[in-house]
Nanobody, 115 residues
């Protein structure tokens, strides 16, 4: 069955870094665009960044220059490198895989930025 398993979340101080990973299985990874979303308490889920099957990326303005998405098709894994983290980055981070027809979600990994 399809699985997206995120890891790498945790508690970090402002200015710190984390690297999230999402390992995919059960579908043809290199035919799916991959994204990271996040949802803070009492807020809507929002798109953070995406990477297409061709490697093109986009980022929401608030994370540009701090976050980097990448993918390793050989390992069926997408990464999110997060640097210079801020308290407003605190959220549950979700991995998303999508095509024009199908999409899948992971269960999420918690990122908390606090001193």
């Amino acid at each position: 069955q399809v699985q997206l398993v995120e890891s790498g979340g945790g508690l970090v101080q402002p200015g710190g870094s984390l690297r999230l990973s999402c390992v995919a299985s059960g579908f043809t990874f290199d035919t799916y665009d991959m994204s990271w979303y996040r949802q803070a308490p009492e807020k809507e889920r929002e798109l953070v960044t995406s990477i297409t099957i061709g490697g093109s990326t986009n980022y929401r303005d608030s994370v540009k220059g701090r976050f980097t998405i990448s993918r390793d098709n050989a390992k069926n894994t997408v990464y999110l490198q997060m640097n210079n983290l801020k308290p407003e980055d605190t959220a549950l981070y979700y991995c998303h895989a999508g095509t024009w027809r199908y999409f899948y979600w992971g269960q999420g990994t918690q990122v908390t930025v606090s001193s």
